[in-house]
């Protein structure tokens, strides 16, 4: 679970998105955890089902969905990097897979 904004940081947030137009409500951390989450998702479902797993798994189209999502939170998202780790082809800051 995520701590509260103080009054103060809210304020703060409210105040940049005003100046900037947007609200820049994800960050890279964000996205990294939820990548995480569809990899682990899709993973099990392998490791579970086997071969049968694809009916479980996330879709192409639901990750990118996704990614259409997270772009729309914050202009400075990667696409193509995110997609990457998601598909197991680089770490999550884009280099080489641990």
Known sequence: MQPRLTARESQ???N???????NMSMSK??????ADTIRKHNE???RVFGHNS?????SPEEIETQADFCQSQNPNFKRERWLEYIAGKCGPSGGAVK
């Open 12 to 14: 703060a947030s409210i």
């Open 16 to 22: 940049a998105e005003r100046e900037t137009g947007y």
């Open 29 to 34: 951390k964000d996205f990294i955890a939820l």
């Open 44 to 46: 099990r479902n392998e």
């Open 54 to 58: 694809g009916r479980m798994n996330f």
